[in-house]
């Protein structure tokens, strides 16, 4: 798969590395099973911090996409991660769509809520 | 096709021109040749080997055309300009040089002496066959040069590109694994098992070693980034296969079969090395020294893309700079 991060960019480089990983899982390039780089790895090819290559994939776990095991890596986890990942990123571009309206966290979650509500 | 019957024709010339050479002296010497040739000489020059007139032909034809033959038939089969194997087709014109000039010198003192047991072959002969093959064989090296490896067969489409930003750097990496060497690994290593089990030979140890290598290595991580290519094994770092981006001309990628290439695992080839796991997708990498270099990994064009961009990017940069 193909990572791609603009080191002059505002958003943090870890989401960068997270949004890349998220959309080749949710185009199929990364299938369930499959091994990501080693932090470390990614980082010198990147020529990033380690830790921000970390920051990334941590993320990326929170949102149960990979599971991150000492010692096995990072590796795709076997649970829909395909439509997982679509769904994240419609959720991405909620919160940005809602941010240029000039919308407040609390408004964006009550209009979800009521979506959420109506069924 | 042309072009391979060209360069058989090249590559196979000294050998037939001098066996037409030596059958020339042979003719014109005929008269004056004993019934037997001396064919074989002490370190003093004297004769101690001894070959009758008839065999001479047979002998000089089968020593001579033979090698023409299967250079011919390699060139025939060979996809690569000799311009990048210009020091075997030197050896090959070398070699005939110095075998027709060995023929001949060894016919004119026959025909200079009375009886065979008389003949002396002075040893300035072996200095003159020894500068006539370097001689013969530098103008091997000239002629192979004008078959350039780069401007007649590898100058297709300029290469893809990716579209990259000034700020963004980019990553292109896979895993590839190989079914083939996994299971040839297996096996081994179970056979060596088996065998540590069954008998005391000592080979059982190098058996399970180069197993579990095969094994190992059965599935590698191939990385284009701003460095190089680089192959390892999928599990650690090292040990590590880099090609540096100033070592690559330019990336192609296409459909390879494994045989095609050479077989599987590591295969070097004249003018060629090859990192094959599987038949299918691969990624050619021109290097700057007229070579290749071919590992088989899916998404190949992705890689090339970004192998011609980022190549092109330390081009304009190291430009810049200096």
Not at chain 2, 76 to 95: D, E, F, K, N
Not at chain 2, 227 to 233: E, F, I, K, N, Q
Request: a positive charge.
């Amino acid at each position: 798969m193909l990572f791609r991060v603009d080191l002059g960019s505002p958003v943090p480089l870890g989401d960068q590395i997270a949004a890349t990983v998220r959309g080749a899982i949710a185009d199929g390039t990364l299938r369930p099973g499959e091994r990501l780089p080693a932090a470390r790895a990614l980082a010198d090819s990147l020529g990033v911090n380690v830790h921000t290559v970390l920051r990334g994939y941590q993320r990326l776990r929170e949102e149960d996409l990979i599971d991150l095991r000492r010692g096995r890596g990072a590796v795709v986890t076997g649970e829909q991660p395909t439509a997982r990942a679509r769904l994240l990123e419609g959720v991405q571009n909620l919160v940005e769509e809602a941010r240029a309206l000039g919308l407040s966290d609390e408004e964006v979650l009550t209009l979800v809520r009521t979506r959420l509500a109506g069924g | 096709m042309t072009r391979a019957w060209r360069r058989a024709g090249v590559v196979a010339l000294p050998f037939v021109l001098a066996w037409a050479a030596v059958l020339a002296v042979y003719a014109a010497l005929r008269d004056r040749l004993p019934d037997r040739l001396a064919t074989h000489f002490g370190p003093g020059g004297q004769a101690d080997g001894f070959t009758g007139l008839g065999a001479f032909l047979p002998v000089v034809t089968t020593l001579l055309l033979l090698p023409g033959l299967i250079v011919a038939v390699v060139a025939l089969r060979s996809r690569t300009a000799l311009g990048a194997q210009r020091g075997l087709v030197a050896i090959g014109y070398g070699t005939a040089a110095m075998l027709g000039y060995a023929h001949i010198a060894m016919l004119w003192v026959n025909a200079s002496a009375a009886r065979a047991a008389d003949v002396t072959f002075p040893l300035w002969h072996l200095a003159l066959s020894l500068a006539a093959a370097g001689a013969v064989g530098w103008a091997g090296w000239l002629l192979a040069g004008r078959d350039a490896a780069p401007a007649d067969e590898t100058d297709e489409a300029a290469g893809p590109r990716l579209p990259l930003a000034k700020g963004e750097a980019a990553v292109w990496t896979r895993t590839v694994g190989s079914p083939v060497l996994a299971v040839l690994g297996a096996g081994t290593t179970l056979l060596g098992v088996v065998l540590a089990v069954a008998t005391d030979t000592g080979a059982e140890t190098a058996l399970i070693v180069i197993g579990l290598i095969s094994a190992a290595l059965s599935r590698c991580r191939v990385t284009v980034d701003r460095r190089g290519l680089s192959v390892a094994p999928w599990f650690a770092p090292r040990p590590r296969l880099r090609i540096s981006l100033g070592r690559i001309k330019e990336a192609t990628s296409r459909e390879a079969r494994a045989l095609s290439l050479g077989g599987w695992g590591y295969r070097i080839q004249p003018g060629r090395s090859a990192l094959v796991l599987r038949s299918g997708d691969a990624l050619f990498l021109r290097l700057v020294t007229g070579k290749e270099f071919v590992v088989t990994v899916d998404d190949a064009a992705t890689a090339a893309a970004l192998v011609n961009t980022l190549v092109e990017r330390g081009g304009t940069a190291a430009g810049a700079r200096g």
